[in-house]
């Protein structure tokens, strides 16, 4: 049975000593989806590396990757199983990550609610990118992705692939 990739926060790791592959001992995959609440929750089961979470807003939740559209309805899903959740702040200050560098945001349709749950940590984190291709109903998550990283401090730019980077000038001491 596939299960969700866990959260892997190597790259915190990686930014304390400023090396671009980390050393043993400064990797750390925890077992757990990042989310905007703790608790379990429901898990769309496809192919390996292709499930996700269940509980997406919107009816008709559809993707386009350089020039092809595709679908991230349920009925593409073989399956489902539950996954225990947490919030990013819980997540790591529960394994003691102080700096976070970069944070990447990939979760096929929850990018939206992981980076709102980024906020309580946004004074800590200097670069975020997260994918906004997911469309909900027609509509792209890319705009509150970056209208949510901007009323927070975080300078950004949204890529032709809708992808949101954003930097923040004032990221600094531990979380």
Not at 5 to 32: D, M, N, Q
Not at 109 to 128: F, Y
Not at 155 to 173: F, I, R, S, Y
């Amino acid at each position: 049975m596939a299960m969700p990739a866990p959260l892997s926060i190597s790259a915190a790791g990686w930014a304390s000593t400023g090396t671009s592959t980390p050393k043993t001992g400064e990797a750390t995959v925890v077992p757990k989806a990042a989310a905007k609440q703790k608790g379990a929750m429901k898990f769309l089961l496809g192919q390996p590396k292709e499930g996700r979470l269940a509980e997406i807003p919107g009816d008709n939740l559809t993707y386009e990757w350089w020039g092809v559209e595709d679908h991230l309805n349920h009925e593409r899903y073989r399956g489902e199983t539950l996954v225990q959740a947490d919030t990013p702040q819980s997540i790591l200050q529960d394994v003691g990550v102080t700096e976070i560098d970069f944070v990447l945001v990939e979760t096929n349709g929850t990018e939206l609610e992981v980076v709102e749950a980024l906020v309580p940590l946004i004074n800590r984190i200097k670069r975020i990118g997260a994918r906004g291709h997911v469309r909900r109903d027609g509509v792209p998550i890319f705009q509150a992705m970056e209208s949510c990283l901007k009323t927070n401090g975080m300078q950004t730019h949204v890529t032709n692939e809708e992808m949101v980077l954003a930097e923040n000038p004032k990221a600094a001491g531990p979380v």
